[in-house]
């Protein structure tokens, strides 16, 4: 669809009535033909009609540009900036698939909520196709992994591969309707250890291996430095600068150093200078632009650079040089920051922490720990600043969310051992703090000198989600205070404050985080609502994340290096343009394929469980049953239909009502379940109720009720 149609979709309703030529002049439109040829479609589909005098008007209704998100065979939603998803019905796809960008239009539908039809397909999400091969008297089928494709999917094999019934395989889409594909890949059968993952990721384009030409230059990059090869380098190899990560972390990017001074304290924050081995267009770095991120599921992690960096040169390992984009802040005595410099350095990490290791060192520091004594001083003046910078933070309105992060235990094949919920303890918020005052002060330094970067945005939470936020916060006891159209993160943070003692807390944590916007990569500054900072970007973690390659290798060019010219300027405001929407949707599909493994491999541990009790906390309420979330983070469905009398559910109270026994499940409740199955193709764990609210067991209930009948029958 041309932009101009777009456009002029966009702004009709908004501009005076004008015919086509008026519309035609005040474009302008570059291929009249085809503008007009598309206007007669759009007449023809009854989105536009000519009134009485010639001037174009469209029926009632809005039109967007965004990416369609399939739920399910029946229906799917419209993600667009700053609104809620628009709910589209299968049967307004109109050819459509999952990742599409699409043009819609939205129109109020009969029970007065907006529903959306597409009008178009803009681009193509979906290249490929992953599926699982079954014998079918002589020949193999072809059945998606993905339930949401419904229809029959015909393939080639052009490539002559040896095919086997149950071998999980990957499809390249050659026609889209009906869909056609070329087998281009064989993952392994479907029940080998590993292949389960491997089709998450695959399914969501993330690739494992590097190409030739990758491995070819990072074998090249030596993997030792010496300080006198780096004359212009400012020398940190003396200084006492450490690192703290979990036990398992190989690519270690962040390392600190504090001293005090006379009017408060210099925090020293000391990031891998990636983009120094990396440059720009090189054969590393296109592919590091398509991977986006390193992605971290549940057995592996699938990293954006090879291990000759990520692990090796790149990595602030021990007791070895490193090249690092180093920053000093000054802070005064309150913690705020004074002053920033950066630069590049030549650093020596004195020590590698882990965060168990200073989480047992903060609790009682004169417990045996493994850390030097020079570092032990260190660190204690480093808990100082970090409780100064958290009280900045939450003075400005920070969010601090507290949700239920899994952590597994897995063995070599990638099986399931244990499941628990993540601890965070001091070590762990001490370096975040940290990592968000460089993050500021990079910002600061962009945002002041008016030089393009990619920022790291989180706007204001649409106001449609705010009302039912609100409406579900009146039903647990709590009065949202302020504008719902003029929100602030302290009027969020309130929220937060006051459930912080109740069993509700990760519940109410969880629905207040489902209402925020989405954070994203955008070259313009609109600020981070949930830090409650004007400026904000990612400058911490080159290793994993591309946008702070981006960030540091425009941070040299603009301010240390001062070679660029106005042409620069321009060429990288359209850059970061393009590298913000392709950033921030490798992203989402990095964190889709996480969530997604970390389903699967839940639902695979639960299994052994089926007939075991548990107790929950109901995190969910619909009209279908309840979702009831277990003290390792492993949520069910309580159905509807296996609960033991018929209940309304009150979308205003968010609650289920019983019409019989007159009881009712509540958000937050406490909850016994019995696991009754695991459905190992959608990932999803079924439980049953053992008890109502006043916590009589339905099985003894069972059992008196077969008493009785026995009685009865004697």
Not at 14 to 40: G, M, Y
Not at 417 to 438: N, P, S
Not at 468 to 478: D, E, F, H, K, N
């Amino acid at each position: 669809m041309l932009p101009e149609i777009i456009e002029f979709l966009k702004q009709i309703k908004h501009q005076q009535q004008w015919t086509q030529e008026d519309w035609i002049r005040e474009l302008p439109v570059e291929n009249v033909e085809k503008f007009k040829e598309q206007l007669e479609e759009l007449k023809q589909k009854g989105i536009i009609k000519t009134n009485s005098l010639g001037q174009l008007v469209h029926k009632k209704g809005e039109f967007y540009l965004g990416i369609l998100s399939i739920a399910s065979k029946d229906f799917g939603f419209v993600d667009i900036d700053n609104h809620d998803g628009i709910y589209i019905n299968a049967k307004n796809f109109n050819g459509a698939m999952d990742d599409d960008e699409v043009f819609i239009h939205v129109y109020p539908s009969s029970d007065g909520r907006s529903e959306g039809e597409v009008l178009e397909i803009l681009r193509r999400g979906q290249t490929h196709i992953v599926g699982t091969l079954y014998q079918d008297k002589d020949e193999f089928v072809f059945k998606a992994y993905d339930s949401k494709y419904t229809s029959p999917i015909t393939y080639t094999n052009p490539h002559n591969l040896k095919l086997k019934s149950g071998q999980r395989v990957i499809g390249i889409i050659t026609q889209y309707e009906p869909i056609e594909i070329e087998l281009a890949e064989i993952l392994g059968l479907h029940n080998e250890p590993g292949v389960d993952v491997l089709t998450i990721l695959y399914q969501y384009d993330i690739r494992l291996g590097f190409d030739a030409e990758e491995l070819k230059q990072a074998k090249a990059i030596k993997q030792e430095i010496s300080v006198s090869d780096y004359p212009n380098r400012r020398d940190l190899t003396n200084e006492i600068i450490f690192t703290i990560d979990g036990e398992d972390t190989k690519d270690i990017d962040d390392a600190i150093s504090i001293e005090k001074t006379d009017k408060g304290y210099r925090l020293g924050v000391h990031i891998a200078d990636v983009s120094h081995y990396v440059t720009e267009n090189s054969p590393i770095d296109i592919q590091a632009r398509e991977r986006g991120t390193s992605v971290y599921v549940v057995d592996r992690v699938v990293p954006m650079l090879p291990v000759e960096l990520s692990n090796g040169i790149c990595s602030l390992n021990p007791h070895v040089n490193r090249l690092a984009m180093s920053v000093f802040i000054d802070l005064d005595e309150f913690g705020s920051i004074v002053e920033y410099e950066f630069f590049e350095s030549v650093i020596q990490s004195k020590q590698r922490l882990d965060y168990r290791e200073v989480n047992r060192f903060f609790e009682n520091p004169k417990d045996m720990v493994y850390i030097q004594e020079n570092i032990k001083e260190k660190l204690l003046t480093m808990r100082e600043v970090s409780d100064l910078l958290r009280m900045q933070r939450e003075a400005l309105g920070a969010i601090e969310f507290e949700t239920s992060e899994s952590e597994f235990l897995v063995d070599a094949n990638g099986n399931v051992l244990d499941i628990k919920e993540r601890e965070r303890g001091r070590g762990e918020m001490m370096i975040e703090d940290f990592m968000v005052a460089a993050n500021q002060a990079a910002a600061s330094l962009f945002d002041n000198g008016n030089i393009p970067t990619l920022y790291r945005v989180h706007e204001k939470p649409p106001h449609s989600r705010m009302q039912s936020l609100s409406m579900t916060l009146r039903i647990l006891g709590y009065r949202l205070k302020g504008s719902l159209e003029n929100i602030y993160p302290a009027d969020i943070q309130r929220v937060l404050y006051h459930f912080r003692n109740e069993p509700t807390f990760h519940v109410v944590s969880n629905l207040v985080l489902r209402s925020m916007a989405k954070a994203k990569y955008h070259p313009e500054n609109l600020g981070h609502f949930g830090l409650g900072l004007k400026n904000y970007l990612h400058f911490t973690s080159p290793i994993r994340r591309y946008p702070d390659l981006i960030v540091h290798r425009n941070l040299k060019k603009y301010f240390l290096d001062g070679h660029f010219d106005r042409m620069d300027i321009s060429e990288d405001e359209s850059l970061m343009v393009e590298l913000g929407i392709l950033t921030s949707n490798k992203e989402r599909n990095a964190e889709e394929a996480e969530r997604d493994v970390e389903k699967m491999k839940k639902a695979q541990y639960m299994k052994q469980f089926v007939g075991k009790k548990f107790k929950g906390i109901i995190s969910g309420v619909t009209k279908f049953g309840l979702f009831v979330e277990l003290p390792n983070t492993v949520e069910g469905l309580v159905h509807i239909s296996s609960m033991n009398d018929y209940y309304y559910y009150d979308e205003a109270k968010m609650q289920l009502y019983g019409k019989g026994n007159r009881m009712s499940f509540n958000l937050g409740q406490e909850v016994k379940i019995r696991i009754i199955s695991v459905d190992e193709t959608e990932h999803e764990i079924n439980f049953e109720l053992l008890d109502d609210k006043n916590g009589k067991d339905k099985n003894g209930d069972e059992k008196r009720r077969k008493r009785r009948k026995t009685k009865n029958r004697k």
